[in-house]
Each structure stands twice: as structure tokens, then as C-alpha cells.
């Protein structure tokens, strides 16, 4: 039976000189075929992964991968505005980084958050040099207001009952 099986592959054509079926090299069941030509058979694309012309397990660089991902799935905007905050210390530099930090930025609005009511006072002074800079830096769409909170201070109501209309601590936290 053994004989007949190797009779039939060797009329197939699909045994070849360095090993045949049944010598334990698997045979052809182990191999790729080749066509014609001799080249072996064109790699599998992918649909979406590669570009025309590109060969989908050819590595390309992470940037342009992202970049390609950011655009289209429209990502743009989001992008832009989370760069903003991610690049807060360098866009405004040291200085005032130091004093503030963003907190949102959304639909052109960015939200600061001051550590002091002293630099909060001094950011709503300087907010239009900060937003020349920020235009500057990202384009003119991006940044298109900024509005500067100061230091969040902690609730004295402790309780369901308190005393309303009382004094209060004041500016103490600022």
C-alpha cells in the first residue's frame, strides 16, 4: 500500500529530489507550492493595512501610523486639544507653569486653574499675551478664550444644620 501511495505521487509530480512522501520530511503537504515560474507564491494583502504598492509586513514608522489613525477617524481636534494640556509648560514656559495648569479645553475655551487668587488675578491680567502665544504656537482656531479659576477652598458646612449668612474664614487659602 506503502509502494502504491509513493507510485501515485511520483506520477502527480510532487516529490522532489531532496525528499519524497513518505520519507518523513513531510512531502509536498509540507511545502509550499510553486508555480511555473519558480518564485514561490505572492504574499497575502491584507485589506486596509498596507498602502498600494506596500508590502503589509513591512514596517513603517509610529508617527505616521498615528497620524494616519488620528485622521481618519477625525481625531484632529482631540488631538490638538489634548497636545495643548500635554504641552502646557512648554508652550507658556516655566514661569507661569509653575503658578497654573490647564484643566479643559473645549470648543476653543481653555480653563485654568491658579494656585493662588494673587496668580489668578495676575493670569486674567496676562491672559491676552497668553493667548497671542498659544495662536501663535497652534494656529488661530485652537485657543479662542481663556477663563481662570483661583484655588477651590474647603466647605466649612459640616452636617445637615449650619449657620447661614456667618462671616466665613475670609481669603485665607490664596
Known sequence: MLARAKQDARARGTTRPGGGAGDGSGGAAGRRRRDDSGDPPARQRLPGIAAPGREWRTPMNFGSAV????????????????????RWDVLVGPNIAAH???????????????????????????????????????????????????????????????????????DTYG
Do not use: F
Not at 497620524?67 to 500635554?86: F, I, K
Not at 495676575?122 to 497671542?132: D, F, P, T, V, W
Not at 488661530?140 to 449668612?165: D, E, F, K, L, Q
Open 67 to 86: 497620524a494616519r489613525l488620528v485622521a481618519e477617524r477625525g481625531w484632529q481636534t482631540r488631538a490638538t486639544d489634548a497636545s495643548v494640556l500635554a
Open 100 to 170: 497654573c495648569s490647564p484643566v479643559s479645553l473645549r470648543d476653543g475655551e481653555l480653563e485654568l486653574v491658579a494656585e493662588s487668587t494673587a496668580w489668578a488675578t495676575q493670569l486674567r491680567m496676562l491672559s491676552r499675551q497668553i493667548l497671542g502665544i498659544l495662536r501663535k504656537e497652534l494656529g488661530p482656531h485652537v485657543v479662542r478664550r481663556i477663563t481662570v479659576r483661583g484655588p477651590a477652598a474647603p466647605s466649612w458646612n459640616h452636617g445637615g444644620m449650619y449657620a447661614s449668612g456667618g462671616r466665613g474664614p475670609r
